[in-house]
């Protein structure tokens, strides 16, 4: 049976994060997997996958922030805000300044009131926007707040532009392309786009879907925890009492959500820390411990 971790893929264009997650349940031979943030067909690069009991901190790790290559191609305007959806709109962009791009790509950067992308897998009144959008309804979805600590020109081929983003979860990259045409008044889309990072995991270490399938191994639960939060050993005594889920005394160390390791370094839990006292968001122990 596979072991209880985390995978990195490198996620092919034309693949939804599903295919990925389907892929990896057959190498893995077990239903319980899944990914941590999602990415369109159209984007490529790093896509977590866990595995066992590794699911469940899916949730955690999509909380963190990430990086992204993408490029973006000003004057022209889609539905979808990016390369997959229909042209709605075209306007010359040939007079956009640097210094102009320069300016909006700054306005763009900081933290921002998002309104994402129409055809987005937010629901709607129980309906996802994409399904309600593709059914022809007028889809109009509330601003969000976002962070985007990066937003920066790499290089500039004529109208297409491309960037490096690096943003708090939540943040539509296609969004942010959209936005920036509308600064500029002559519209834009996103053309390309990649993962290169999520919270302390890169795409450097990530794996192909072919690599996989002829080794499958995962990243061990114990590893992932000291990899992506602040990390905490317990006595054996707390250790005994977390997996009972009885309260311990806070140790006082900042970040929402902290890992617990045994004294032998093996995974006990996820803990929060708030007003002195210590909550279990997962416990990975066994009461039996």
């Known amino acids: 049976m596979t072991d209880d971790g985390l995978v990195l893929v490198d996620k092919p264009s034309g693949w939804t994060s599903h295919d990925v997650v389907a892929r990896c349940r057959r190498f893995a031979g077990t239903r319980r997997v899944g990914h941590a943030g999602t990415l369109d067909p159209m984007a490529t690069g790093l896509l977590i996958i866990g595995v066992n009991r590794a699911t469940r901190l899916l949730g955690h790790l999509a ?11 000003l004057g022209v305007t889609t539905v979808t805000d990016d390369a997959e959806g229909d042209v709605v709109d075209t306007a010359d962009a040939d007079g956009v300044s640097d210094a102009a791009l320069a300016d909006a790509m700054a306005a763009l950067t900081g933290d921002l009131m998002q309104v994402p992308s129409a055809v987005s897998a937010i629901k709607v009144d129980g309906k996802r926007a ?12 509330a601003p969000r707040p976002v962070h985007v600590a990066r937003f920066s020109l790499l290089a500039r ?30 519209g834009a889309h996103l053309t ?30 114990d590893v992932v925890l000291r990899s992506a939060f602040p ?14 889920g009885q309260r311990i005394d806070a140790a006082g160390i900042s970040g929402d959500a902290v890992a617990a390791l045994a004294p032998d370094g093996s995974a006990v839990a996820l803990l929060a820390e708030r007003d002195g006292a210590v909550r279990s968001l997962v ?6 411990t």
């Open 283 to 288: 416990v990975f122990a066994p009461a039996g």
């Open 130 to 141: 994409y399904a309600r959008a593709r059914a022809g309804e007028s889809v109009e979805l």
């Open 157 to 186: 081929r004529g109208n297409d532009l491309d960037v490096a983003v690096t943003c708090s979860t939540g943040t539509y990259v296609r969004a942010l392309a959209r936005d920036l045409g509308n600064a500029l008044g002559v």
């Open 63 to 73: 909380l963190h922030d990430k990086d992204y290559l993408a490029t973006i191609r």
């Open 231 to 244: 990390t905490r050993v317990l006595t054996d005594d707390e250790v005994y009492r977390v997996a009972r």
């Open 192 to 221: 390309a786009l990649r993962r290169t990072r999520i919270g302390g995991f890169g795409i450097a270490d990530a794996r192909t879907l072919e690599s996989l399938e002829s080794r499958f191994d995962v990243v061990p639960l």
